[in-house]
């Protein structure tokens, strides 16, 4: 099954040390054939809604940025427990801040 | 499962290749490994959920997997002396590498192994399943699974197999073992054999984790992306190949916007990778390139099948197995037209590796379709339902069958003859239950609806030599006696007239029949006919090898036997007679003084030891079986009286109950380990 782990962004900067341990757990996890696709968004970004026949194109940033996503990571998993204990994992190297795991259906 | 045994079996899936693969390092050898390893699960089991899952739930259990380790060679050390070989791990155990887990998959995938314990050992110890996940997954229950793992690993300790690198000299064959058993793996998740579900996903899921895996741990090896690319690709289609019943969906009639586009793109990558690498194309690169042309089109009729009968062709020159031929004649039905791929499927047919492989019809009726032969095509879709393991597959066949109407008056099939032939009443129920498996068997073979009036003999010996090539001549001539009896029993009712007809009757066909023309009745012309092309076949005896010398000393000096038993395995050995004669040996025939008995219009002789024994066995009883039954027969079954004892009631020995005994008693002594049979008691 997959899963699609969303990471909310932080005010720490990130530093050498954990780009370094980054690169060493994403290089780990494409090894184990776990992790499928990963990514950073850039912050803010454009947002499209709908409304009846009108459609609005805002351009970023927002107020709430908290509550943007900051980068993202599908994953293979052969439970959702294995989803949560990378997610662990994950959180323990980026240190403060939180992280959203939702199972992935389709295509 | 509570939570928390959910989260260390998930953590244990994650880690357990690693742990087992560092333990190797230490003790070498694969089942002491898998072992302290289970130790640490079983500690984490016990402590976690009262202390919590620790920070690095990994390092954890391999640290306490280590300590294991080496308390287990402190005390081998102790115990058994073998300073020398564990001298140089000292206390510090080594540090795991990078290629530990890969020398694990070689381990397991060894070549040694059977294919079926490949299978199991690598789930288990690099899939880090569980035996019940594993029975599960391949439909076995448990203990075969434990039996399977459990014999491997004492094959491989036996072997001594180190835990290293193959080198370059054996590496290609032992690459393609580990390859093989990731496919199968695959292969058996995607195309489920049997049972209900088209798809069993987590099986393919373990399969692409362990190919993506060996692809970073061996990333110079070509064939090892293809065959990711190859599973890539096909699991891409996961979603799309079956309809909402469960019912197969063709590829070329899947809807593709299901295809996932992500594994695709993935599977695009590894091919890329494996073509970097350069050299000949391997099998699973053609294949992946196979499927990189399909996933290429965006709709069925874009497909290239042109260069898809190209890498066919390429591929059956390199693997030539009856599957990729029949694969094969589809592209090139496609491609060159579909004469051209009947042409190719038809040399095919005579295969018995694809006796009973309902693709091969399925593919014929589809050609044949194309080719407007509606009614052959309706035979082979049918033939095609009746022959799929999988229920969804066979309805799916059942009713491509079913849309194509066949015109013309009703005929009579195959199928509805056999059935009437096998409801008379006038033969014994034992003919008509070997008939009916013989009869079964054919109407599996041709079709059950073709229509009796357009069997030729040709097909009638084509089939029955794929269907019982390797039949013993006996069981060959009991089938060829139930096509006889029922196309002798076909033509009195005038059911068999235009393929029957009398150009297949020439004599030399009947001589080839091994028939003397003279023994032919009317009806039996027509038979000839039909099993025109059959011969019975001489019924060879197999050679029984007698007991070894040592072995027969050994069950002589044997005490506390019972008399009967004595006596009857002495008799056999020394008059070399057969089992049932002896057994049928009554004491009104036996002379005693002459040592010879008369049985039926032979002599059955012994020597001094059996005469002794005989004597004693017999004493004060002046007729009826020498050979007698323990127990009085219960009155429901009463035997004849000439087996049954006129003095005291009881019933003649059984060969079946003579046979248990002696098996029973010569376990111990057969290397084997199954127990001598009675016939093995002649001498030498």
């Known amino acids: 099954m997959r899963f699609l782990m969303m990471s909310k962004p932080t005010d720490e900067p990130a530093d050498e040390k954990l780009y370094a341990e980054m690169g060493k757990f994403v290089e780990e996890l494409t090894a184990a054939g776990i992790l499928l696709a990963t990514g950073g968004l850039e912050p803010g970004g454009v947002r499209v809604t709908s409304s009846g026949d009108e459609i609005t194109v805002i351009d970023g940033p927002f107020t709430e940025a908290k509550e943007a996503v900051a980068g993202f990571a599908l994953v293979e998993v052969r439970s959702r427990e294995e989803a949560i204990e990378l997610t662990r994992r994950f959180r323990k190297i980026v240190g403060d801040g939180e992280s959203v795991i939702q199972q992935v259906f389709g295509p | 499962m509570t939570d928390i045994h959910r989260t260390i079996d998930a953590v244990w899936k994650l880690e357990s290749a690693r742990i087992i693969a560092g333990l190797m390092r230490i003790v070498r050898d694969v089942g002491l490994a898998e072992e302290l390893a289970q130790d640490a699960l079983v500690a984490a089991l016990e402590q976690w959920p009262a202390q919590g899952v620790p920070d690095n739930p990994g390092a954890w259990l391999t640290a306490i997997a280590k300590r294991r380790a080496v308390d287990h060679i402190r005390r081998a050390r102790l115990h058994e002396r073998k300073a020398q070989a564990y001298a140089r791990e000292q206390d510090q155990p080594p540090e795991p590498e990078r290629d530990d887990v890969l020398r694990l998959m070689f381990i397991s995938c060894h070549p040694v192994l059977p294919t079926e314990h490949r299978v199991a050992l690598t789930l288990r110890v690099v899939g880090g399943l569980t035996t019940r996940e594993i029975a599960r997954a391949f439909l076995v229950t448990e203990p075969v699974v434990a039996r399977r793992i459990a014999a491997a690993k004492r094959v491989l300790a036996e072997a001594g197999v180190p835990f290293a690198l193959p080198g370059a000299d054996e590496l290609a064959g032992r690459l393609s073992s580990v390859l093989e058993v990731i496919y199968l793996i695959f292969n058996e998740g995607y195309s489920a054999t049997s049972g209900d579900d088209l798809i069993r996903p987590a099986l393919c899921l373990e399969a692409l984790r362990l190919g993506r895996m060996l692809a970073e741990l061996a990333p110079d090896q070509a064939e090892v992306h293809g065959l990711v690319a190859l599973m890539e690709i096909q699991a891409s289609r996961s979603a799309a190949r079956t309809g909402p019943d469960g019912e197969p969906i063709q590829l070329h009639e899947q809807n593709r916007g299901r295809w996932d586009q992500l594994l695709i793109r993935r599977g695009f990558t590894a091919l890329l990778r494996a073509r970097e690498l350069g050299g000949t194309p391997g099998p699973y690169v053609l294949q992946a390139a196979i499927a990189v042309c399909h996933a290429q089109a965006r709709t069925a009729e874009e497909t290239d099948w042109v260069q898809i009968a190209a890498l066919y062709d390429a591929l059956a020159r390199l693997m030539p197995t009856p599957i990729v031929r029949l694969n094969r004649a589809v592209a090139v039905g496609l491609a060159r037209g ?347």
């Open chain 2, 338 to 684: 579909p004469q051209a791929g009947l042409d190719l499927v038809d040399a095919l047919r005579d295969d018995p590796a694809l006796r009973d492989y309902h693709l091969l019809p399925g593919v014929r009726g589809d050609l044949l379709l194309r080719l407007g032969r509606e009614p052959e095509a309706r035979a082979e879709f049918e033939r095609a339902a009746a022959l799929a393991g999988n229920a969804a597959e066979s309805a799916f066949l059942r009713r491509r069958a079913d849309r194509i109407a066949v015109p013309g008056p009703e005929t009579v099939t195959l199928g509805d003859s056999v059935r009437a032939f096998l409801a008379r009443d006038d033969l014994g129920a034992e003919t008509l239950r070997s008939y009916g498996q013989s009869l079964g068997r054919l109407c599996l073979a041709l079709g059950d609806r073709v229509a009796l009036a357009d069997l030729t003999a040709d097909q009638v010996t084509r089939a029955c030599a794929a269907q019982w090539t390797d039949t013993s001549a006996a069981s060959w001539n009991r089938h060829l006696s139930a096509i006889r009896s029922f196309t002798a029993w076909a033509a009195t009712r005038d059911l068999t007239t235009g393929g029957l007809a009398a150009g297949d009757l020439a004599t030399g066909d009947l001589v080839a029949g091994g028939l003397a023309a003279g023994d032919l009745a009317a009806g039996d012309l027509a038979v000839g006919g039909l099993a025109a092309g059959l011969a019975r076949r001489a019924v060879a005896r197999t050679r029984v090898e007698p007991i070894g010398g040592p072995e027969l000393e050994r069950l002589w000096a044997r005490t506390g036997l019972p008399l009967r038993e004595r006596t009857l395995w002495r008799l056999l050995h020394e008059s070399a007679a057969g089992v049932r004669v002896v057994l049928s040996l009554n004491v009104e025939e036996l002379d005693l003084d002459d040592r010879r008995a008369r049985a039926g219009a032979a002599w059955v002789s012994w020597r001094a030891a059996s005469a002794r024994l005989l004597g004693e066995l017999v004493a004060g009883r002046t007729r009826g079986p020498v050979f007698l039954a323990d127990r009085r027969p219960g009155p429901a079954r009463t035997p004849a009286e000439r087996d049954r004892c006129p003095d005291t009631g009881r019933g003649r020995l059984s060969y079946e109950r003579a046979e248990y005994l002696f098996k029973r008693a010569t376990i111990d002594l057969d290397p084997a380990g199954r127990g001598y049979t009675l016939h093995r008691l002649k001498p030498r």
